[in-house]
């Protein structure tokens, strides 16, 4: 019976946990990029960058979570990657300029066959391009954490 107690109090203390730990890298990702958040839940947030470029974040449990960012062009510049990595680097520790390097290979393979990815061991950068019939030619890339740290 004190097991059924107990259950509801440890799952507010595990949410509360998580939506701690998805503050803390919402805070990261707006020191490292000056991005501005716009929604942020426990386990979600989203960002504007710049007319052009959002980002999103989502909060994994205990430690896996994923940055993402979209672009609305075929040909993202180079603050995209800049500020992409930057936001990967803040929710992974992996250097930005590794992020980056790979965030330009992927998008570049992407641009000829529509999605790539790139494995850095413990993460994945991923890339897609696409055309949506709302907003035209669109570039995505995401670092999404992995548990296979090797």
């Given at each position: 019976m004190r097991a059924l107690l107990l259950l509801p109090i440890l799952c507010l203390a595990a949410g509360s946990a998580r939506a701690d730990e998805c503050q803390t890298l919402v805070s990261?990702?707006?020191?490292?990029?000056g991005a501005k958040a716009d929604l942020q839940r426990s386990d979600y947030a989203t960002f504007t960058v710049s007319p052009d470029m959002t980002m999103s974040l989502a909060c994994g449990a205990p430690a896996l979570s994923?940055?993402?960012a979209q672009y609305k062009g075929e040909t993202p510049p180079d603050e995209y990657y800049t500020t992409f990595a930057k936001a990967g680097q803040a929710v992974t520790g992996i250097d930005a300029k590794v992020i980056v390097d790979a965030a330009h290979k992927a998008q570049a393979t992407a641009s000829r066959k529509r999605h790539s990815?790139?494995?850095l061991g413990g993460a994945l950068v991923t890339c897609s391009s696409m055309v949506s019939p709302d907003k035209g030619p669109l570039t995505l890339c995401a670092v999404i954490e992995h548990s296979d740290k090797s």
């Open positions: 990261k990702i707006i020191a490292e990029t994923s940055v993402g990815n790139i494995d």
